[in-house]
């Protein structure tokens, strides 16, 4: 069914102020130090031709790792191509943590050789913490991390103590790029399987959170407390579920997870920032051992799907109005799906959910959201190691550069072909900024202009949902030469009924 929308912009009512720095992003540990991250996708498989098959194993998902991973080299934040794109965003958060991080020894002083100490996984040097803090300062942004907390630092009845951390937090202050904000793990709730010492238990955490709080505002007051930075758990679930109607929920990979209120309850440093994980599910990679947690490519455009962020949002803002009310909620990882991105993260498609995202986050709350990653894996902005810009890079570029920080009540109700957001002008100018997804594939949607207006309409190249190039307006977005970024202008659109073509996302700047 096609829908009809009226825009009409004297009459919104402001919901908010939003974070300024709301679209930002990860720079994963194992990027930074080298190590075992996802395969690539074929391009047949990014394109939908050809199926992604993995082998299944009854030993589960660690013994599968041979098939999905291998080991890359640490990613050259010193390229000009890189820095220049990533610059173009405005002032960001720059998360460096994941998994990778919770075992990672600091070897600022050279002593280990290229040795992995006992009970950690990787090393970090001196220089390539140097060349994350050089990033940073480059750019513009402001830098947030994970610490070590692994059995190598201690057992689980010894006490988290910062020995690791102090090396990470003393030498970035003295660098003159200090860390502005900190969670204490990644995914804690996944216990031993994200690294913890063995026999960890969410007492355990509780009480190390604390030690790391306490240590931090004691010594770097300035750093802001984040966490407990979860996936799954908390009746938090994802996929398009099975046959039973039950959805997929991250306790199906990894057993012994637990909740925010284990992590929480009881805890004596309070969070300055409260922060969670969301993915609308696993990837390909991932499906045959948690097929309810997969969606297919043809879903990726409906109701149910594009539902999936507002529902982790929604879901969790009573749990930071309890145990940090009156903060800002961080998604400290986001993407379109765990195990690295589906076949059709790097392509057009993904964009109608990132965008969606955005739009939806900000009409329930405030925050950062942090996607994942800048340049690493298929739901990268950029290209792995070529760096060359995804849709969802001018996606987010263009809603950064036109969308402001004034939400307004769109006063239309979330519907297939009608995903509508309202904002203030970013340019400061009198006026408002709509967003209008429509996520039908089969309808076109009438918009009712009150006025003239600049249109942005994106699209996938030649009408291809899954192509790996977006046009704007019609005109393809890619890099001219010596990489300098495409003109990102509307075109005008008069007062009046405006069509939007299926599939499409469009901003008109009123």
């Known amino acids: 069914m096609s829908q009809s929308i009226k825009l009409t912009p004297d009459a919104l009512k402001a919901l908010r102020e ?3 720095m709301m679209m930002s ?10 190590g075992t991250f996802w395969k690539a996708y074929t391009p047949e498989q990014v394109a939908g031709t050809e199926e992604f098959y993995v082998e299944p194993s009854s030993e589960g998902i660690a ?13 050259d934040l010193y390229n000009e191509k890189l820095r220049g794109l990533a610059k173009e965003f405005g002032p960001v958060w720059v998360r460096v943590s994941g998994t990778w991080a919770t075992k990672t020894y600091y070897d600022f002083d050279g002593t280990t050789n290229g040795q992995v100490p006992e009970g950690y996984l990787n090393v970090l040097t001196k220089d390539q913490w140097i060349g994350v803090l050089d990033f940073v300062k480059a750019i513009g942004a402001k830098l947030i991390v994970s610490v070590a907390n692994c059995p190598g630092l201690h057992s689980a009845e010894e006490p988290w103590h910062p020995a690791e951390a102090e ?36 007492a355990h955490y509780r009480r190390d959170q604390d030690l790391f709080f306490q240590w931090l505002r004691a010594n770097y007051p300035d750093c802001i407390c984040v966490g407990p930075s979860t996936t799954g758990g908390d009746d938090i679930t994802f996929g398009k579920g099975g046959a039973d109607g039950k959805t997929g929920g991250v306790e199906q990979l990894v057993a012994n997870t637990c909740n925010c209120a284990d992590l929480l309850e009881g805890t004596k440093e309070p969070l300055d920032v409260f922060s969670y994980h969301y993915y609308n599910g696993v990837s390909e990679r991932l499906a045959s051992v948690m097929p309810s947690g997969h969606w297919l490519a043809e879903d990726a455009s409906t109701e149910p799907y594009l539902a999936t962020a507002p529902n982790f949002a929604r879901t969790y803002a009573p749990m930071r109005d309890k145990y940090c009310p009156g903060a800002e909620m961080w998604v400290t990882e986001s993407g379109d799906a765990g195990g690295g991105g589906d076949t059709w993260a790097s392509t057009y498609l993904d964009v109608l959910r990132t965008l969606n995202e955005l739009g939806g986050f900000a009409s329930i709350t405030n925050g950062v959201i942090f996607h994942n990653t800048l340049a690493s894996s298929d739901y990268g902005f950029l290209a792995r190691e070529v ?9 987010v570029l263009l809603w950064n550069r036109l969308m402001g920080t004034t939400v307004y009540d769109s006063a239309e109700p979330v519907r297939e072909g009608a ?24 309808e076109t949607t009438s918009v009712e202009l009150p006025k003239d207006a600049q249109r942005y309409t994106l699209a996938g190249e030649n009408g291809n949902m899954r192509a790996t190039v977006m046009t704007l307006n019609g005109k393809p977005l890619v890099l001219g030469e010596n990489n300098a970024l495409p003109e990102l202008t509307g075109v005008a659109q008069a007062a009046g009924t405006a069509e939007l073509a299926p599939g499409t996302c469009t901003f008109f700047v009123l």
């Open 387 to 395: 760096f060359d810009p995804r849709p969802n890079y001018f996606a």
């Open 419 to 442: 995903h509508v957001y309202a904002h203030s002008r970013k340019d400061g100018k009198d006026g408002v900024v709509y967003l209008i997804i429509n996520n039908s594939l089969t």
């Open 25 to 34: 992003y990860n720079v994963e540990f194992a990027e930074v130090t080298g």
């Open 167 to 202: 090396k990470l937090f003393s030498f970035s202050r003295e660098y003159g790029v200090p860390i502005n904000a900190a969670e204490f793990a990644n995914e804690p709730n996944m216990m031993e399987d994200t690294g913890f010492p063995k026999g960890y238990t969410p």
């Open 18 to 20: 939003v974070n300024p």
């Open 63 to 75: 013994a599968m790792y041979k098939d999905l991973m291998q080991v890359y080299p640490p990613i």
